[in-house]
């Protein structure tokens, strides 16, 4: 079970994070899916996964590319520590595109129920970035 749920948080991450793969988005979550990561206020259902990856992400990173460095299964859980990492080709959060490579380092938790993703938690080094490119 644990070498599946891997491979369901591995397809996510290569097939909607990295490739903007609607059809593997709409196959791989749980319609009553909740971003425990959401900022407070913020919608944490399904559709906000989506439009964090194709409304601010997939438009601001160009060769857009998910590198996972470790998975940890354990029960219906997913620990995954990876790589967001593209070119700063247009405006993320504001920032106008400066050309500079970036890179967002992750640490997700998923809850894989039924072959979905049930639930996520998650960090990653996105402010750190931000902060680096107002400064470019």
Do not use: C
Not at 54 to 78: C, F, G, M, W, Y
């Amino acid at each position: 079970m644990t070498i599946d749920n891997k491979e369901v948080v591995r397809r996510f991450n290569i097939e909607v994070i990295q490739n903007g793969n609607e059809a593997e988005f709409n196959a791989l979550m749980a319609p009553d899916f909740i971003n425990h990561a959401a900022p407070q206020g913020m919608p944490n259902g399904p559709e906000s996964m989506w439009k964090t990856f194709q409304n601010i992400l997939r438009p601001a990173l160009s060769d857009l590319r998910v590198t996972i460095h470790d998975q940890i299964a354990e029960d219906d859980k997913v620990t995954t520590r990876k790589t967001i990492s593209g070119v700063h080709s247009g405006a993320l959060a504001g920032i106008p595109a400066t050309g500079r490579d970036v890179a967002i380092a992750v640490i997700d938790i998923v809850r894989v129920r039924d072959g979905k993703y049930a639930e996520h938690w998650g960090l990653n080094t996105l402010s750190n970035v931000l902060a680096a490119l107002s400064k470019a």
